[in-house]
């Protein structure tokens, strides 16, 4: 432990810059208020037994690694700002490690820290993204020792595979790539079996658990019905999610990535080939599946980053020119990093916690809020003592998560359900049906106690509360 403490001491510019990403996230995720995807896995593991969790995460299209790491926290009855620690947690690991075993210049490393999906979206945002840096780190640590180290690597590989289905395609590539390289071929292959076992049997037990129930997420169900592939369309999404913008300096970052895969193939062919079949799965996702979004784009720069990583340790030499243009690639997103940071400490990005210290402050114990969308009022959910009870339309039942396949529409009646009419009942909106405020608009400007100001960053994340009697 000594050695361990004087070896991070002795770096003085790796300490300096890790200490300001550390201060500059915590502040962040104290200031930020989660939202409904955030607070749905809180809701999730815990009011579900661990057999209930496995049983129901597949319908949400997610490995279980993230919920089995937020289920003690959700037991023990602490708030849900532990979830919020644990994606902090994870996050300043990885920039550990990254910090003082990668083999990149401070440039590189500076622009990495603080770009806009390290130091927020993965850090800030309480989701399972926060866990795919560290076992990536951990991956690209250990790649050039898995001739000596087998099972530290693949037990990294195994894990990555279990933090989000689209670090799948990055995995299968890399299992079929230690195969090549430790097993055909090789006559010491006995040696690799077992490892090599570990990280294939993971993989798969991945793709078999999500792959069983697919038609039971009816929001990808929805995606694939109602919106048409774009390749074009896809590719500007991704450098939007991952510069804020399309401008000058996201064009010329967005050409950079383009020569990172050309330097790639350079230096490592076997890498590239991972890369190119891990970004064209991503890609398929993003045109069949789902839609991008910040976070899901960052993992490709991620997995170029691993690449890079190796590279540089296996050919110790100045690689000056590609430093350049991953500084470029990391570097361009700073600003917005900048942008997202100080507006999520300036405003409300959900305004679920003060929603639910309003309910708690200003509505009976024993009422009965029900909800127009509850899978759009998890946070509100997540944020109150468990004894609250939130009503469901749809399934005309109590609930705390959401069940997407029993929430399609949202609730257009303002009027109490039949089994609720001796009960005191308040409607929780998560947005105001046009048709509701249309047809009755003077009883509801009387009802409504209390509606989201303005200062919330999500407009999907504005709530109203209306007395129902």
């Not at 979206?121 to 560290?134: A, Q």
């Not at 305004?351 to 402050?361: G, L, V």
């Not at 609250?388 to 749809?394: A, L, T």
């Amino acid at each position: 432990m000594k050695k361990c403490f004087e070896y991070i001491l002795k770096d003085k510019f790796n300490l300096i810059l890790f200490v300001l990403y550390f201060v500059i996230a915590l502040i962040s995720v104290y200031h930020h208020e989660i939202w409904r995807d955030e607070a749905q896995v809180w809701l999730v593991a815990r009011d579900l037994n661990l057999w209930g969790i496995i049983d129901h995460v597949r319908n949400e299209g997610h490995p279980l690694l993230w919920y089995f790491w937020v289920f003690p926290f959700a037991k023990s009855g602490l708030p849900v700002f532990s979830m919020q620690l644990v994606s902090f947690v994870f996050m300043s690991l990885a920039a550990g490690v990254f910090l003082w075993t990668s083999p990149f210049n401070r440039v590189v490393k500076t622009t990495v820290i603080f770009s806009a999906g390290f130091i927020y979206f993965l850090t800030v945002m309480s989701r399972n993204y926060s866990l795919i840096p560290l076992f990536l780190f951990l991956m690209a640590y250990y790649y050039p020792q898995q001739k000596e180290k087998p099972y530290h690597y693949t037990v990294a590989l195994a894990l990555l595979a279990h933090t989000h289905i689209l670090m799948c395609g990055f995995c299968t590539g890399m299992v079929v790539l230690f195969f090549k390289d430790n097993i055909w071929k090789n006559n010491d292959w006995k040696k690799y079996f077992y490892p090599f076992t570990i990280a294939a049997v993971s993989l798969f037990a991945v793709v078999l658990y999500i792959a069983t129930r697919p038609e039971e997420n009816t929001s990808v169900v929805y995606y694939t019905s109602h919106f048409s592939p774009n390749i074009f369309k896809t590719v500007k999404t991704l450098v939007v999610n991952i510069y804020g913008q399309i401008a000058v300096s996201s064009i010329i970052a967005g050409m950079m990535i383009f020569v990172a895969f050309g330097l790639l193939f350079k230096e490592n062919k076997s890498l590239f080939c991972v890369s190119l079949f891990s970004t064209a799965y991503q890609f398929y996702v993003y045109m069949f599946v789902w839609q991008t979004s910040p976070e899901k784009a960052y993992t490709l720069l991620l997995i170029l980053l691993f690449c890079f990583w190796v590279v540089f340790v296996q050919k110790p030499k100045k690689y000056i020119g590609t430093s350049i243009v991953l500084a470029c690639i990391f570097g361009f997103s700073m600003n917005l990093a900048y942008y997202v940071i100080k507006n999520d400490i300036k405003y409300y990005y959900s305004d679920a916690k003060r929603t639910a210290e309003f309910i708690e402050k200003n509505i009976e114990k024993d009422a009965i809020i029900l909800s127009n969308l509850p899978i759009a009022t998890a946070a509100v959910v997540a944020y109150s003592p468990k004894s609250r009870k939130f009503y469901s339309p749809y399934t005309n039942d109590f609930y705390t998560y959401a069940f997407d396949k029993k929430v399609q529409n949202d609730y257009k009646e303002y009027d109490i359900p039949e089994i609720l009419k001796n009960e005191k009942v308040y409607f929780l909106f998560f947005s105001l049906p046009d048709n509701i405020f249309y047809k009755t608009q003077p009883k509801i400007e009387k009802d409504i106690i209390y509606k989201s100001l303005d200062d919330v960053l999500i407009p999907s994340e504005k709530f109203w509360i209306i007395k129902g009697n």
